[in-house]
């Protein structure tokens, strides 16, 4: 009977999937193709489908991603299950071991080399911890409000990202922050995802206005900006998750109020630095929120003075972490895409020439290999980190925006079908994925834009290379095949 239901089992595997899913798969395939071989081709090249070039090359990696998603369909579902621990830790391994390789590509230790082949292990540390922290989450009894259950899953996931900083490969370490963005389908409070925003905006602020001062004092615009935006944030989260308007009143009034006060008279009759004025009161909320939370024995309180006291450390460090912690190259990138340094033959190249190859294409395009910008190789990495450069010169605005619908499609999709999951494991994996792929799509398209720094991390399916097509072939198809499952079951 066991065979029996194996071999019907697999016919039914291919009745269940969801093909819009494996169209859009398809067609971003096609997509990709298309943009390698216009970024990689150059003028009076007639063998576009020889292996010694990389479009005939990325033909093959697209054969072989196709071959191992029908592979992995037809495993069993329970498969991914049952060993996610096991995989989860011999790709940690891996990426450990990856930390001493003694091949060093653009100074990372990322890539193990094997003759003419190069793999990213990064890449697929990515399918193994949605694996785990899918297989974790599902347990009997998890709950994420719980602070140990919580940490747990954390440490999940930042153990692959430490092994990847320790091969001095940030961009890739980074990708696994997305997962957050499943703790928040699965009830993580709100107010972290806003703390991650708010310190994003301390930084962007605290940075770029540093220098700058306010009106004819001495303050910095950055820190007392920083400042004011800790103590309104902090006086809203009393209001938001204590219900206490009186005491938000209260504090917004004595904070604007005292600022306000201090900031004209350095103003009109002794020029001093108002943010010493401003860090006076910042104690004074956090000292009164902790005597409320001892008084009242209502722990949110404490919660709120830890998120102020926090927001203004890390303020702080942040100057520490750009001068004294950050590769010179990325301090310099930083500097760039905040418009404090101009290097457009350095640090700000890369971005410089994908805008111009953007912009050059207009609403229509170029059309197929007539793109100037990318034939003539003036875009570095502009078939792999940079290829979305080349939709939007040889397709213009129209191909731009038909493949970012897709991947709208995708995202989309993807969440639709990890929300019918019967089971956690499915939807939490799935969320992971859909995670995973919002992430380097925003990431990627960001940064060729200069919307967001240069970290170095491919476009889905488009950017040249084995790795990470079949990285993200090995994400999106054990999710199919879950799926499929579920399907069975219901069947």
């Known amino acids: 009977m066991p065979s029996n239901y194996t071999a019907d089992r697999q016919p039914g595997v ?29 003028y009076g090249d007639t063998e576009i489908f020889s292996l010694a070039s990389r479009s005939g090359m ?3 990696w697209i054969g072989t991603s196709i071959c191992l998603g029908f592979v992995l369909l037809m495993m069993d579902d329970r498969f991914y299950d049952t060993f996610a621990y096991v995989i989860y830790g011999l790709l940690v391994l891996l990426l450990f071991a990856t930390i001493f390789n ?28 949605a694996l785990a922290i899918a297989k974790f989450m599902s347990a009997y009894g998890f709950t994420i409000q719980n602070w140990k259950h919580f940490a747990g899953a954390c440490g999940i996931i930042f153990l692959p990202m430490l092994c990847i900083v320790g091969q001095r490969e940030t961009g890739s370490a980074l990708v696994y922050l997305s997962f957050f963005l ?5 009830g993580m409070p709100g107010s972290f995802l806003f703390t991650g925003l708010a ?9 770029k206005y540093e220098n700058v001062l306010l009106w004819d004092t001495p303050t910095s615009v950055g820190k007392f900006v920083v400042l004011l935006l800790v ?69 949110n309180y404490l919660y709120i ?10 303020f702080y460090s942040a100057d520490y972490v750009l001068n004294d912690v950050m590769q010179p190259h990325q301090r310099v ?90 089971f956690k494991f499915g939807r939490v994996y799935g969320y992971c994925v859909a995670g995973i792929f919002l992430f380097h799509l925003f990431i990627n398209v960001g940064m060729v834009l200069g919307l967001t720094p240069v970290i170095g991390i491919p476009l889905p399916f488009f950017s040249y290379g084995g790795s990470s097509l079949w990285g993200f072939t090995l994400l999106l198809f054990i999710f199919l095949r879950i799926d499929a499952g579920r399907n069975l079951i219901r069947q």
Not at 199 to 207: E, N
Not at 235 to 250: F, I, N, P, Q
Not at 306 to 313: E, H, Q, R, Y
């Open 58 to 60: 990325q033909i093959v």
């Open 14 to 42: 291919l009745r269940s999937l969801d093909w819009w899913t494996i169209g859009i798969y398809l067609a971003l395939l096609t997509f990709g193709w298309v943009s390698v071989c216009g970024a990689s081709y150059t």
């Open 102 to 129: 003694p091949h060093s590509i653009k100074g990372s230790r990322s890539w193990i080399v094997m003759g003419p082949l190069r793999l990213q292990p990064a890449e697929f540390a990515k399918f193994a911890t």
């Open 182 to 186: 499943m703790f928040y389908r699965e």
């Open 333 to 422: 990138r930083i500097n760039v895409l905040l418009g404090l340094d101009e290097d457009l033959a350095g640090a700000g190249y890369n971005v410089h020439q994908s805008e111009i190859a953007i912009g050059s294409g207009g609403l229509q395009g170029k059309g197929f290999l007539n793109g100037t910008q990318t034939k003539l190789k003036f875009v570095p990495e502009q078939d792999t980190d940079f290829i979305f450069c080349t939709v939007g010169e040889e397709e213009g605005f129209l191909g731009s925006a038909s493949v970012l619908v897709l991947f709208l499609f995708l995202i989309l999709r993807l969440m639709y079908l990890a929300e019918r999951q019967p």
């Open 199 to 207: 310190m994003v905006i301390y930084f962007v602020v605290g940075i």
């Open 231 to 299: 103590q309104i944030f902090t006086s809203a989260m009393v209001w938001v998750y204590s219900g206490d308007k009186e005491r938000t009143r209260l504090l917004l009034t004595y904070v604007l109020g005292l600022t306000g006060l201090a900031l004209l008279f350095s103003e009109f009759v002794i020029p001093f630095d108002v943010v010493w004025i401003q860090l006076v009161l910042s104690a004074c909320m956090i000292g009164y929120l902790i005597y409320n939370a001892m008084n009242t024995r209502f722990s």
């Open 305 to 314: 003075a830890m998120f102020a006291l926090g927001s203004i450390a890390f």
